[in-house]
Nanobody
């Protein structure tokens, strides 16, 4: 059963931009915590940006000022706008809804010249 669908990944040059989208069913999207994670080759999965149940948004330090997490409740869609991309941002990006974890399938982001 596919309940979380991601899109928007691709190959971009350093300094470029991408916008990731994640659409979920209403019951999943209503989860208290919504966020984006990423996993680079050989690395542990890390949180990138999270919207907590109280609306507070947190970013990992490495993306502050470059990435923006947002949501459109009417469309049950979570977004991650990624600007000024760096090669170090190369990873598979996942959206997640909690506290009971529902994960997207992941979308590959590759930043390379």
């Amino acid at each position: 059963q596919v309940q979380v669908v991601e899109s928007g990944g691709g190959l971009v040059q350093p300094g470029g931009s991408l916008r990731l989208s994640c659409t979920a069913s209403g019951s999943i999207f209503s989860a208290l915590v919504k966020g984006w994670y990423r996993q680079a080759p050989g690395q542990q999965r890390e949180v990138v940006a999270v919207i907590a149940g109280d609306g507070i948004i947190k970013y990992v330090d490495s993306v502050k000022g470059r990435f923006t997490i947002s949501r459109d409740n009417a469309k049950n869609t979570l977004y991650l706008q990624m600007d000024s991309l760096k090669p170090e941002d190369t990873a598979v990006y996942y959206c997640k809804f909690g506290p009971n974890d529902y994960w997207g399938q992941g979308t590959q982001v590759t930043v390379s010249s």
